[in-house]
């Protein structure tokens, strides 16, 4: 039991213990659901574009398998921002405009080391569109990110310079938000990123773990849940948000 689930148990059983006899105990403990999300919270639903599921260029496992269950969160929150990976086709982080490199190498760049990905999510392609059957009509906010040739955007808050801001977060500040609910693709890379980042920028950052699917290249998907909690990122489920 992680020290999170432990607090979630203990809140349980505390709550259990004033409720217990009266009628409304066991619905509650059906419906499982405590997060109930309020103006101040913001769902951002991290890159659930085409080219990320099965049959696109650089599929996450199961990644369709997000849709739905991303489409049913989306309706409890009243505000709900979509990000869009949104590439030039000579990306710098494309291993086809590196010579002698493969996908999934590595290179070092200005800003650190970038894994090197088969082409994907190029500007106003196919590939770069959202996934079959994502329906939020009520999202008010698209970010596209990554649109710099030369500098890649796991996160949705800062290109991986680490200081080039996408606006994100001054957008959800002036909107008032506090908490930032998360899920998509990659689990390992832009959802973690962009989890450590909304923590970085001052929000509670809580990512929806059966709403996410992940790369795990080499062990990065344990790897990004140990830093995400690092940084007080908190793992959920779907069904604990009311
Ligand atoms: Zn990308």
């Given at each position: 039991m992680s020290a999170f689930d432990r607090r979630?148990?203990?809140?349980f059983a505390a709550g259990a213990t004033v409720a217990a006899g009266s009628a409304g105990w066991l619905a509650r403990a059906?419906?499982?659901?405590?997060?109930?999300?309020?103006?101040?919270?913001?769902?951002?639903?991290?890159?659930?574009?085409?080219?990320?599921?099965p049959g696109g260029?650089?599929?996450?496992?199961?990644?369709?398998?997000?849709?739905?269950?991303?489409?049913?969160?989306?309706?409890?929150?009243?505000y709900v921002v979509l990000t869009q990976d949104w590439h030039t086709a000579?990306?710098?982080?494309?291993?086809?405009?590196?010579?002698?490199?493969?996908?999934?190498?590595?290179?070092?760049?200005?800003y650190g080391t970038q894994v090197l990905w088969?082409?994907?999510?190029?500007?106003?392609?196919?590939?770069?569109?959202?996934?079959p059957?994502?329906?939020?009509?009520h999202a008010q906010l698209v970010i596209r990110k990554g649109y710099h040739s030369g500098i890649d955007s796991y996160s949705a808050f800062l290109e991986?310079?680490?200081k080039t801001p996408t606006g994100l977060a001054g957008y959800l500040k002036e909107r008032g938000i506090k908490r930032c609910f998360l899920a998509g693709l990659a689990t390992d890379f832009c959802v973690a990123w962009s989890a450590i980042d909304a923590r970085k920028s001052g929000f509670e950052a809580l990512v929806i773990e059966d709403a996410s699917r992940g790369i795990d290249l080499n062990g990065s998907l344990a790897?990004?849940?140990?830093?995400?909690?690092?940084?007080?990122?908190?793992?959920?489920?779907?069904t604990d948000i009311a």
């Open positions: 979630r148990f203990f809140r059906i419906a499982g659901g405590t997060l109930r999300p309020t103006e101040k919270d913001v769902f951002i639903v991290v890159d659930v574009q085409k080219c990320f599921i260029s650089l599929a996450v496992g199961k990644g369709d398998e997000v849709v739905p269950v991303i489409n049913a969160i989306a309706r409890k929150f009243p000579d990306h710098v982080s494309f291993a086809s405009q590196h010579a002698g490199k493969k996908v999934f190498e590595t290179v070092s760049l200005p088969p082409d994907h999510c190029v500007q106003g392609t196919e590939g770069a569109g959202f996934a059957g994502l329906d939020i009509p991986a310079d680490k790897a990004a849940w140990k830093d995400m909690t690092s940084v007080g990122v908190k793992r959920i489920q779907s």
